[in-house]
């Protein structure tokens, strides 16, 4: 009997300056969800789970970031756990409401072995109040508790030495909301939904980029190019830690553009230039998680595409998944920035509509950001993409975007 293995989704969690301090890790099945809180066979979704990380060694742990599991009370006892690193997981235990001693003693020696322990849509009653002891981080669903009912129970919670962490942020506005009440922490791709967007004037920051890119589709000659870089000292240096990063793997050390330019060429120069557009929000006030979902989706499309597609191809996904989110991060809608752009026609197709040779991997890597994960199998299934093949690339694509250090 074959093995197994789930779809491996992921939902950033970030401290007060929007910065992401660890992903919850979502597995789901080819036809149902098996982390704790959906699985209705938790002992298969167990196995499943089991299945799936140990497949992957240490992989999954991704840089510095803190990986929060769910995971069900009979998994507390498996030797599931031993495949774990405590210092770098978070088990989430789903709410008890009658939490029982064995439990209570569970979460005890599981804190003393290292393991952060979280909470999950946690109500506070007389009988759910000694979990509080042994618990790093309580879970709060701002959607299913309603936002007015976040203050009184945030600042109850307040008296316990705990971090608080606002689930299911959708808005920038719920955002706002949490941060003022107190939260720590929050959960949701709030920052990577565009509000209200209107055409207005490129910030500078990014307009000299946008340049260098439509210069480089225009094979410029290399000496203008290179004046076009020199006007912009911090463009240069941050290219050049790019590409001379252990994300981009170069055996020889790039000393000056003209260098990388022999070395690249212009269709590799353009990617890593893509970068600097995306991460150039950093001097602009983007959220930091904004630039790295940006970055993580950009490798992301580019590796589940790397079994069907080679050359200019790949380079061409890079871009797809970068350019995905120009439109939070130029507060622009996705039209108009196209129209500063020289782009191939099929590029352009993938960022409007999810349509053409590249649209399909792009709509596959947001679906790998949604909690409910409902259209990865069916799109996996389309592109010929095995939950092993998906989750590897997942992964990479995260610990490859810490290398870069963005």
Known sequence: MTQEHAFIGRQPIL???????GYELLFRLNKESVSAEFSSDMQAGTNVLVNTISNMGTDWLVGS????????ES???SNFL?????QRVVLEIVESTQPSAELLNRLKDLRSQGFG???????LTPQTAPMIEFANYIKLDIQQLGIAQVPVLSKELRRHPILQVAEKVETKDEFKQCLDIGMDCFQGYYFAHPETLSAKVINPGYANILQLLNMLRNNAEIRDIENALKRDVALSFKLLRYINSAGFGLSCEIQSFRHAVT???YQKLYRWLTLLLVTAG???GSPPALLKTAVTRGRLVELLGSHLLDGQDKDNLFIVGMFSLLDVLLDMPMDKILETLILPESVSDALMEHSGIYGPFLELAEACEDPEMAEVPRLCEQLQITPDMLNRSHVQALNWVEELGV
């Open 15 to 21: 401290n007060r300056q929007q910065q992401i301090i």
């Open 65 to 72: 970031k803190l990986a929060f599991i769910n995971v069900a």
């Open 75 to 77: 998994m507390l006892e």
């Open 82 to 86: 031993e495949l774990l690193q405590p």
């Open 117 to 123: 322990i979280a909470l999950d849509d946690f109500i």
């Open 263 to 265: 070395i690249l060429g």
């Open 282 to 284: 950093a001097e602009t």
